[in-house]
């Protein structure tokens, strides 16, 4: 069964470092989304990217937050300057029509 | 503010009881998600609902959404072990495309 993936499993970083989270939708999916997850807390939507462009976007993705479709197959989520407070849990999900979503398995991002 | 509010937020049945999760959204939307969370895992996409008075079941899960009230539901019969996780609901307030807004989390532990 098709899968979203996503790499590295666990990243660590000094602070003020850049950060690219990867990811590989499911190959027929139009519909990108990034969520972050601090530990023990809810899930937060970062970006919505559909037909090559960002559709929504939360507070949260400032300035130092970009996504990018580099290629047919990847997404990439990049911190510019990562903060002690970005260290969470990155989810990657896909969707074929912007209904279901099916998330990928995550990347750690540690900020030290 | 928008605010997803869901109750409880911690629950804890026996096998084979029957219990519903609440959620609570302060704006209007006719478009609410529900995803299930293992410990330490991605989130599963469990139900979408798109309408007013859209019921939709799988297996010993049920959900609800009342938009008129703001409110849906997640119900569970027969409760089994394998349902313990976390469950959390999410609104979908997008425009141009999905902006989602996710509730606080019902972790649910099912006591054999």
């Not at chain 1, 969520?35 to 960002?54: P, W």
Request: some cysteine; proline content about 4%; charged content about 20%.
């Amino acid at each position: 069964e098709p899968e979203v993936t996503q790499t590295p499993s666990h990243q660590v970083t000094q602070m003020g470092q850049e950060v690219i989270l990867r990811c590989v939708p499911i190959s027929n999916h139009l519909y990108f989304y990034w969520y972050r997850q601090i530990l023990g807390q809810k899930v937060e939507f970062l970006v919505s990217f559909y037909n090559n462009e960002i559709s929504e976007k939360s507070e949260i993705f400032d300035d130092q937050f970009s996504v990018e479709r580099p290629d047919g197959s990847n997404f990439t989520l990049k911190i510019r300057s990562t903060k002690l407070e970005d260290s969470a849990m990155y989810f990657c999900a896909s969707s074929e029509w912007g209904i279901t979503q099916y998330f990928g398995p995550g990347t750690r991002l540690t900020v030290l | 503010e928008l605010k997803v509010e869901q109750n409880p937020l911690f629950l804890s049945m026996q096998e084979g009881k029957n219990y519903t999760i609440y959620c609570n959204y302060s704006t209007t939307s006719d478009r609410l998600y529900w995803y299930r969370q293992d410990p330490g895992k991605s989130l599963e996409s469990l139900f979408v609902l798109l309408s007013n008075g859209a019921v939709k079941q799988e297996g010993r899960l049920m959900a609800s959404l009342d938009t008129k009230a703001r409110l849906s539901t997640l119900h569970i019969t027969a409760a089994v072990h394998d349902l313990s996780a976390t469950y959390f609901c999410a609104v979908d307030l997008g425009d141009t495309g999905n902006q989602f807004y996710f509730g606080t989390g019902t972790s649910l532990t099912v006591i054999p």
